[in-house]
């Protein structure tokens, strides 16, 4: 199971790329056009090159930030894959490849061929006809060589009986979690131990940084903005400079959906597709436009999504931009004329048609509030950038920071002691209360050397710090007391790991019972849990804690109503007792009907994990010998290029990665995206 759901993680992150890059609307603006052209090497996989021109093409058309690592490495797998199906003379043929073709674009209606549409379509989708060939081909190959490796796999009737067992069968169950983080919590170290523990481990708190104290002058932003008043006729004169693009409220759209009843027939389906796009441009390949009566009469009756299509296609609410969520096939109509339409867009089991309808317009009065908001935070931002301005400058002079603060006080519309803030000592990289870990900051007193020199103004969260060097330390031993907070977490994770076991063990010897497991957790001052109608597969519990793992699913399968894991089971970090108040069975009168697609899923998961495993060891082989290269200086180049083009980004790539992932997994288990909101 564990393994499955690796896949399944691995898979969801490949969909993301497709999805990403079929639904982009178009290459990012700030992308230089010449990156993608490159032809140095990003890597090298035997005979077979990646430029860091397709990791930038790839890039450019993902439309949001994703580790070039993750791409790297997918490329390198594709070329794999590739190699492999050459060395086993499964390389797909120019025949193959025309039938494939020929099977997606050519009209169900009797209709022939038509390589014009074909071209024009093929060029949108990949950048052109040869891309979109060599795609093909190497998909191709890639299902010719998973055939291959995957065709002594089977199921056997009682790998698929205990599969709908594991899926159908619901617990009840009182569970504890037990955390490294929980156990640290519950420990209190005493001054021996914590001093025992410095001494012996004093050389990691050494201070090579200078430390600096730093008192400073904080003027926030919104105190200046709650002075400002506007009147309406400001915000209309305001409104009126507005561009037609910001005065939108939204876009209205049509649709035409296809369900895709098995992935096997998702060619087919995708064929009705493009005929339908044919059907609507009636030949025609540029600057084609459909009115909203012709798309509603072909929505009408062809579109397989009844609670739109009775309505012409029309779908209720406005599209709207939303850059967290650029996988939804509604987004792609924002950067298209009215009455264009869209090609065929596949997302999960459906496939879409859009067009583009018309932009609703933002009265003033619905714009007011907005506008207000924005002129006062801009003003607000303006006034309180001079004013720290004139701080500054004060402070240079007066080198007195309780003064300077008495002094404009009234001006920053604040009270002296809300304006005085000071920090311990610190160097770059400490968390600094009410800052965080702030660069800026970091910058701006990083001039400071001798005591009561005075920094320029500081933006900072919430508004602007005017810096004071109070004091300073040279590099040195810290002192117990300096790095105590240090030493105490130190210490508290250190003794936690030890007893995190000890105490997971402790709870689950002394659970007789499923009922009793309650009263074992509060002994050792731990708060058990429930779960009702839990099944398999799901994670247990919830927060930090919360996971699931192959052991701990086969622990609980083998419990019987009112019984208790004998041993904890580890989950990552984290440890589980785990006791079963009741268990409700599997329906067996559900198996016969549920059997042949829980043969496919598990023949699939299987293949999945052994054509992987294959590829796992190709790559570790071909490693070995040095047969593939990364250059990891000429990427680190690609994404130094893209960063500056691109400007700084609220969050890391892996960060944005990882959001990304959760909606698809989300998405994964709806029938469709989410609709424009109202």
């Not at 159908?168 to 569970?175: A, I, P, Q, R, S």
């Not at 009566?293 to 029309?314: H, I, L, M």
Request: proline share 4%; hydrophobic share 35%; net charge negative.
């Amino acid at each position: 199971m564990e393994r499955t759901r690796n896949f399944l993680l691995i898979l969801f992150a490949v969909i993301l790329v497709v999805s990403l890059i079929v639904f982009a609307a178009m290459p990012s603006r700030n992308l230089e056009s010449n990156l993608t052209q490159s032809d140095d090497l990003a890597a090298e996989v035997g005979s077979k090159t990646i430029t860091i021109g397709d990791l930038a093409t790839l890039k450019q058309n993902a439309q949001v930030q994703i580790p070039s690592t993750f791409l790297v490495n997918n490329l390198i797998d594709e070329k794999l894959s590739a190699i492999e199906a050459e060395r086993l003379g499964l390389t797909a043929s120019d025949a193959e490849v025309a039938a494939k073709i020929r099977e997606g674009f050519t009209p169900t209606d009797g209709r022939a061929f038509d390589q014009g549409q074909y071209e024009a379509a093929a060029a949108r989708q990949a950048g052109s006809v040869a891309a979109y060939e060599e795609s093909l081909r190497n998909r191709i190959s890639r299902q010719k060589l998973i055939a291959y490796v995957t065709s002594g796999v089977t199921v056997s009737e009682e790998e698929i009986l205990d599969k709908f067992k594991e899926q159908n069968t619901k617990f009840d169950l009182t569970y504890v979690p037990i955390s490294t983080a929980d156990v640290s919590e519950k420990i209190t170290p005493s001054d021996d131990e914590l001093k025992d523990y410095f001494e012996k481990n004093k050389k990691q708190y050494y201070i090579s940084s200078p430390q600096k104290k730093i008192k400073y002058i904080y003027l926030e932003t919104a105190k200046i903005g709650e002075k400002l008043t506007f009147t309406d006729e400001e915000l209309k004169e305001e409104y009126e400079k507005l561009a037609d693009d910001k005065k939108i409220a939204g876009v209205k759209v049509q649709e035409i959906v296809l369900r895709i009843p098995k992935p096997e027939e998702e060619s087919q389906v995708m064929a009705k597709a493009n005929q339908i796009v044919a059907e609507l441009k009636k030949g025609k390949e540029e600057d084609v436009t459909v009115t909203e009566e012709a798309f509603a009469e072909v929505a009408k009756g062809k579109s397989e999504k009844p609670s739109t299509a009775q309505n012409g296609g029309r779908v209720s609410g406005l599209v709207r931009a939303n850059p967290n969520n650029t996988s939804d096939p509604y987004q792609r109509i924002l950067n298209m004329k009215e009455g264009e339409i869209t090609e065929p867009l596949q997302f999960q089991s459906n496939i879409y048609v859009l067009r583009r309808g018309e932009s609703v317009k933002k009265p003033f009065e619905q714009s007011k509030k907005e506008l207000e908001v924005s002129r006062r935070n801009t003003k607000a931002y303006t006034a309180n950038a001079a004013l720290a301005q004139k701080v500054a400058e004060r402070l240079k002079k007066e080198k007195d920071v309780e003064k300077v603060a008495e002094e404009f006080a009234s001006e920053a519309n604040s009270q002296k002691s809300e304006m005085i803030r000071e920090t311990g000592y610190v160097v770059p990289g400490d968390e600094i209360d009410k800052l965080g870990i702030s660069q800026d900051f970091e910058q701006g007193i990083a001039t400071l050397e001798t005591k009561n020199d005075v920094g320029d103004k500081i933006p900072i969260p919430g508004g602007f710090a005017v810096p004071l060097l109070a004091d300073k330390k040279d590099p040195r031993d810290a002192e117990f007391d300096e790095v105590k907070s240090k030493v105490i977490e130190a210490v508290k994770s250190a003794q936690a790991r030890d007893k995190v076991e000890e105490i997971a063990t402790s709870i689950a010897k002394s659970a007789n019972s499923a009922g009793s497991l309650k009263s074992a957790a509060a002994a050792e001052k731990f708060e058990a849990q429930t779960a009702e109608d839990f099944v398999l597969g799901s994670p247990l519990g919830s927060g930090p804690t919360a996971g699931t793992s192959e052991a701990l699913q086969e622990a609980i399968f083998a419990l019987k109503k009112g019984e208790v894991t004998k041993k904890p089971i580890k989950v990552g970090e984290n440890w589980y007792v785990v006791g079963v108040n009741d268990r409700i069975e599997a329906n067996m009168e559900n198996f016969t009907k549920e059997r042949e697609q829980l043969l496919a899923q598990n023949l699939d998961q299987k293949r999945s994990r052994v054509f992987l495993d294959y590829i796992a060891a190709v790559r570790q082989k071909m490693e070995g010998s040095g047969e593939i290269k990364i250059y990891k200086a000429a990427i680190e180049k690609l994404d130094e290029q893209l960063r500056q083009n691109q400007g700084p980004s609220p969050q890391t790539p892996q960060q944005q990665l990882q959001q990304q992932l959760q909606q698809q997994i989300q998405q994964q288990q709806q029938q469709a995206p989410p609709p424009p909101s109202n």
